[in-house]
């Protein structure tokens, strides 16, 4: 128990870089809205790219995640745990 003591800022970290990923998600289904079908109410085709695109993450997660726990018991959780927030910062950027 004292271990996950040791590891609660990591445990927050990993939360909040994941609860901002996940809170966007019902306004991109709007913004693809807007961006391919301008002024109409329903569009199939929005709909259908952000589920698709919510499924493309999932499915990179899922090959993602033992690959990164592999990497982290070489060079410890806190690299790895870093780069990848990190790197998922850029995209925010533009």
Same mark, same amino acid.
């Given at each position: =128990? %004292?271990?996950? @003591? %040791?590891l609660?800022?990591? +445990?927050?970290?990993v +939360?909040?870089? *994941?609860?901002?990923?996940?809170i !966007?998600?019902?306004?991109?289904?709007? !913004?693809? =809205?807007?961006?391919?079908c301008?002024g109409q !109410?329903e569009? *199939?085709?929005? /709909?259908?790219?952000?589920?698709? #695109? #919510?499924? /493309? /993450?999932?499915?990179?997660?899922? /090959?993602?995640m033992?690959v990164i726990?592999?990497l *982290?018991? #070489?060079?410890?959780? @806190?690299?790895l745990?870093?780069?990848? =927030?990190? &790197? *998922? &910062?850029i995209? =925010?950027? @533009?």
């Amino acid at each position: =128990m %004292e271990n996950l @003591k %040791e590891l609660s800022h990591l +445990f927050v970290t990993v +939360f909040l870089s *994941s609860f901002a990923l996940v809170i !966007v998600v019902p306004g991109i289904t709007d !913004v693809t =809205m807007l961006a391919l079908c301008p002024g109409q !109410v329903e569009c *199939s085709l929005a /709909i259908y790219l952000t589920g698709l #695109q #919510q499924a /493309i /993450i999932g499915l990179g997660t899922v /090959i993602a995640m033992p690959v990164i726990g592999n990497l *982290s018991d #070489q060079y410890g959780r @806190k690299a790895l745990l870093t780069l990848p =927030m990190t &790197i *998922s &910062i850029i995209p =925010m950027g @533009k």
